[in-house]
Each structure stands twice: as C-alpha cells, then as structure tokens.
T-cell receptor
Framework: AQSVAQPEDQVNVAEGNPLTVKCTYSVSGNPYLFWYVQYPNRGLQFLLK??????LVKGSYGFEAEFNKSQTSFHLKKPSALVSDSALYFC????????????FGPGTRLSVLP | DVKVTQSSRYLVKRTGEKVFLECVQDMDHENMFWYRQDPGLGLRLIYFSYDVKMKEKGDIPEGYSVSREKKERFSLILESASTNQTSMYLC????????????FGQGTRLTVV
C-alpha cells in the first residue's frame, strides 16, 4: 500500500534563507510523486512532480525537489525563502488503480519570518 | 485557464439534512475526486470516479455517496449530515494516467450544527 509521511508539522525559516520541507514515501513499484501548496482558505495548487529521469525536479515559484530512491525521500527545497511562501505544503504519491487517485501526507506548515 | 469549480465556499447545515456538494471541471478530465481535509490528517479520499457513471470508494466513504452523470460534473452527497462531517471538502480532477497532476477546486467549508 502506498503511504506518505511528512515528519515535520511545522517548519520555520528566516526570509532569504534556504528552506527544506521533508517527505518520505512507501510504494510498491515506481513512485510518482507530487508536491502541492495550499494558501489559507484555498484549494491545493500543483508545484512539481517526479515521474522519471533527473532526480532534481524544478517547479513553480522557484521550488525544486530532490528524489532519492535509496532513502525513499522527495524533499522540497527553495534556495531563498520569501514571506509569501508561508503556506501549507502537501506531498503526495499516486496510486495504481482505476482512478489513479492520490495519497497525501498530513501536510507541513511553513512559516517564513521577515 | 484550467478550472475546477465548487458550488459553495461555505455551507452551514443542520444535523440530519441531506447535503449536496457540486463540482464542475472544464478540462475534459476523466478522473474526478472528492477529498476531505482535517487538521493533522491531510487529505483523505472519500470517493473517486474514473468515468461517467463509474465510481469507487476511497478510504472514508461511510456516510457519503456520489453521482457522476456527466463527465464534467461530480457531486458529493451527505445522506444525513452529522456533526462529525464538519470539514473542508476538496474536489479535484485529472487526466487518466499516473503521470498527471490533479487540479483542485477552492474547497467547501461545511459546518454541520
């Protein structure tokens, strides 16, 4: 069964510093991994995905993620955090079934302090 | 611009009422999903549909049903609302295939009193 863990409920970082939001996964077969962001009282917005190929994936708003198969991790990163990056971040893996639905982690709240 | 639209942003309903949450997508996506979001639990799948009139139970289907009569529309029905169904409900859609991302609506915050 597929599952996703986000070990940190909350991450605090100063503006201008690099940020990392952690994600580990458990899947049978090839992992198809996604990151989403949610701003207050809004739906989720897609940031980036890993399907195959290069382990470093670049996405929207300057975010990138590093896929590590041996550590079963897919950490989200950004070289220089902005206050506007403060939001709730979800890691997800896609299931192999008729609808290929998504399994989400519990979310990590990122606070970027000015 | 792609769009998933949920009929209401906020709803307040009474215990025992039948509640309909509507979702429409304009991207001709085959797959549609209803998730429930609660603090600390992330998103949990209630039902999904991979084609018109086709539906599959997700992880927490109890107390819910769904309807998909047209490709663009996916409705979530709470047969008899209860206070433990107070939550944020998110609809999403995607193309068929594990490579594609989902697009989400803005969410419906339902309060059952």
């Amino acid at each position: 069964a597929q599952s996703v863990a986000q070990p940190e409920d909350q991450v605090n970082v100063a503006e201008g510093n690099p940020l990392t939001v952690k994600c580990t996964y458990s899947v049978s077969g090839n992992p198809y991994l996604f990151w989403y962001v949610q701003y207050p009282n809004r739906g989720l917005q897609f940031l980036l995905k890993y399907i195959t190929g290069d382990n470093l994936v670049k996405g929207s708003y300057g975010f990138e993620a590093e896929f590590n198969k041996s550590q079963t991790s897919f950490h989200l990163k950004k070289p220089s955090a902005l206050v506007s990056d403060s939001a709730l971040y979800f890691c997800a893996v896609r299931r192999y079934n008729y609808g290929q639905n998504f399994v989400f982690g519990p979310g990590t709240r990122l606070s970027v302090l000015p | 611009d792609v769009k998933v639209t949920q009929s209401s942003r906020y709803l307040v309903k009474r215990t025992g009422e039948k509640v309909f949450l509507e979702c429409v997508q304009d991207m001709d996506h085959e797959n549609m999903f209803w998730y429930r979001q609660d603090p600390g639990l992330g998103l949990r799948l209630i039902y999904f549909s991979y084609d018109v009139k086709m539906k599959e139970k997700g992880d927490i289907p109890e107390g819910y049903s769904v309807s998909r009569e047209k490709k663009e529309r996916f409705s979530l029905i709470l047969e008899s609302a209860s206070t433990n169904q107070t939550s944020m409900y998110l609809c999403a859609s995607s193309l068929r295939g594990v490579y594609t991302e989902a697009f989400f609506g803005q969410g419906t915050r339902l309060t059952v009193v």
